[in-house]
């Protein structure tokens, strides 16, 4: 059975940081995508940040772009989420999606983001 656990969030003053980590069981390692994506509470799935399964590619949301690192450690079956500067927008629940092809992708449960001070 496919796992994603997200860890790594808390409550953070602005211009802090924080580095989530996904870690993904079940998975076979280098076969799927690894993305982050954000929510508010009643608002739309934002993308933030993808990493490819080579980990070849890497593409960000503007909202991260210059601020955000993704990365990931096939070894563990990790993918992270390295956030600077973190400012109160950026203040929401997120989550950690696999993905190598329709039907065939997971999400977790998420992890809560507090930008506050």
């Known amino acids: 059975q496919v796992q994603l656990v997200e860890s790594g969030g808390g409550l953070v003053q602005p211009g802090g940081s924080l580095t989530l980590s996904c870690a993904a069981s079940?998975?076979?390692?280098?076969?799927?995508?690894m993305s982050w994506y954000r929510q508010a509470p009643g608002m739309a799935l934002a993308f933030v940040a993808t990493?490819?399964?080579?980990?070849?590619?890497?593409n960000f949301a503007d909202l991260a772009r210059g601020r955000f690192t993704i990365t990931r450690n096939d070894d563990a079956n990790t993918a992270h989420l390295q956030m600077n500067n973190l400012q109160p927008d950026d203040t929401d629940m997120y989550y950690c999606y696999a993905f190598r092809a329709r039907s065939d992708d997971f999400w977790g449960k998420g992890t809560q983001v507090t930008v506050s001070g």
């Open positions: 079940g998975l076979p390692p280098r076969r799927y995508a």
């Open positions: 990493i490819s399964s080579t980990g070849a590619t890497r």
